[in-house]
Nanobody, 125 residues
C-alpha cells in the first residue's frame, strides 16, 4: 500500500503562486504514475497534471492549467510537486495527489487507486 500526504495549500491572491507537495511512503516501488486532481464544491474531480514515477520528464496537463502549472518529482526522494503560477479564482479547489501501479499516464480519477487527504487552495479575486 502507498500512502500519500499533500501539503502547501493556502490562501493566495489572483495572479499569485503556490507550490504543492505530495510525499509518498510505503510500497513506493509499486508506483507507476502519479497525478494531481482537484475538486471544487459541487463539481466533479478534475485532472490537473500527471507524471511517470520512473521517467519524470514524461508529463501531461489538463487544458485549464497548461502553461501555468508545472508538475515535477524529486528523484532523490519520494516527493512530487505542483508549481502553480498565475492563479485565478477558478483554481480554487481541494487538490489531491494520486498514485497508480500502471506505468502510464492517466487522466481519470478511476485510473488511480491511492489517494491523499487533499489540501485546500483558495484564490481570492
Amino acid at each position: 500500500q502507498v500512502q500519500l500526504v499533500e501539503s502547501g495549500g493556502g490562501l493566495v491572491q489572483a495572479g499569485g503562486s503556490l507550490r504543492l507537495s505530495c510525499a509518498a511512503s510505503g510500497r513506493t516501488f509499486n508506483i507507476g504514475a502519479l497525478a494531481w486532481f482537484r475538486q471544487a464544491p459541487g463539481k466533479e474531480r478534475e485532472f490537473v497534471a500527471g507524471i511517470l514515477w520512473s521517467a519524470p520528464t514524461t508529463r501531461s496537463y489538463g487544458d485549464s492549467v497548461r502553461g501555468r502549472f508545472t508538475i515535477s518529482r524529486d528523484t532523490a526522494g519520494k516527493t512530487m510537486y505542483l508549481q502553480m503560477n498565475s492563479l485565478n479564482p477558478e483554481d480554487t479547489a481541494a487538490y489531491f495527489c494520486a498514485a497508480r501501479r500502471l506505468r502510464a499516464l492517466g487522466r481519470s480519477a478511476a485510473d488511480f487507486g491511492s489517494w491523499g487527504q487533499g489540501t485546500q487552495v483558495t484564490v481570492s479575486a
